[in-house]
């Protein structure tokens, strides 16, 4: 896993970080669990290009910042270009993010495409605008990612993330589904990834917080209340304030499935189970590394 064998360089996406046995420690666990999921998901081809997405948000810094701690390690041979789209809100800072990058010598580009007035102008009043919103910021990424050469678009999708939408799936969508850490899309042409999927929340505010990073908050969606995300993370808050861990017993649960214990029969073949005879049971999934993202 991570060579800690010279700790007297880092990246410049470290640069100012506290010279503290604590940080070091979360540092270095953010590195570890990202190199896990990258590894175990086969996200690397050496040699590609990858779209890293940044919003500006604690979770696209700390993404930023370890994908490139792990290829100046020379332990992800792709190339990384960092992009954020600019989607027209009303105060958003642009030149927050531009001059942040610059000052680090990232390789990054900016991309302004008013995305905000489609949004206000198509979704009724009182209603959430995530949908929409992420529709036409996928479609504008995907593009990018063609127009610069790049094979796979990098999101800082997290562990509390892709468990919030399993439960907005199983409450709201009547399937069991998440996101998972490696996706293809549906023209066959690019790969979304998420490396953060084995990395918890709190983590990802306490690197970007301790690191001081330049934070644009969301205003579109992040004020409504109402969104269906919302009640699924303070219900998670509630269930892990009662029983600290459940989120990771919750996450490798969704590692661990077991086809012929549930009701789908594309997955199972439950017509051929009979007493005596094989049946045709789903390929269980690789055995990944115990206790992922454990602290």
């Known amino acids: 896993m991570l060579d800690d064998s010279d700790e007297t360089e880092i990246h410049p996406l470290f640069a100012g970080a506290p010279d503290t046995t604590e940080f070091r420690k979360l540092r270095k666990r953010l590195v570890r669990e990202t190199r896990a999921a990258i590894e175990d998901y086969g996200m690397i081809r050496p040699g590609d ?94 593009r990018i990612a063609r127009e610069e050469g790049c094979s796979a678009v990098v999101l800082g999708h997290h562990r509390d993330d892709i468990l919030e939408t399993f439960f907005m799936n199983l409450f709201h969508g009547g399937r069991l589904a998440a996101m998972p850490p490696k996706l293809l899309n549906e ?67 969704l590692m661990n499935v077991r086809p012929s214990h549930l009701l789908d029969s594309g997955l199972f073949d439950f017509s051929g189970l009979f007493p005596g005879e094989r049946t045709n049971e789903a390929v269980k999934p690789p055995v990944l590394r115990p206790n992922p993202g454990e602290h």
Not at 60 to 74: D, N, P, T
Not at 80 to 105: K, S
Not at 202 to 223: K, Q, T, V
Request: with cysteine; proline share 6%.
């Open 187 to 253: 023209e066959g042409d690019l790969t979304v990834l998420r490396p953060l999927a084995y990395v918890a929340e709190a983590d990802c505010e306490r690197f970007s917080r301790a690191m001081n990073y330049p934070i644009i908050p969301c205003d579109l969606c992040g004020s409504q209340e109402g969104l269906q995300r919302v009640q699924v993370k303070r219900m998670l808050d509630e269930w892990e304030s009662r029983s600290p861990g459940r989120r990771q017993v919750m996450f490798r649960a």
């Open 49 to 142: 290009r990858w779209l890293v997405c940044l919003s500006g948000g604690k979770d696209s810094y700390a993404l930023l910042a370890v994908l490139h701690e792990l290829q100046w390690r020379g332990l992800l041979p792709v190339e990384l270009l960092a992009c954020n789209l600019d989607q027209g809100q009303p105060g958003f800072p642009a030149t927050v993010l531009p001059e942040f990058l610059a000052a680090r010598g990232v390789p990054h580009r900016i991309e302004y495409q008013d995305t905000y007035s489609i949004v206000k102008e198509k979704v009724p009043a009182g209603r959430t605008y995530c949908a929409l919103c992420s529709r036409l910021r996928r479609g504008n990424l995907y």
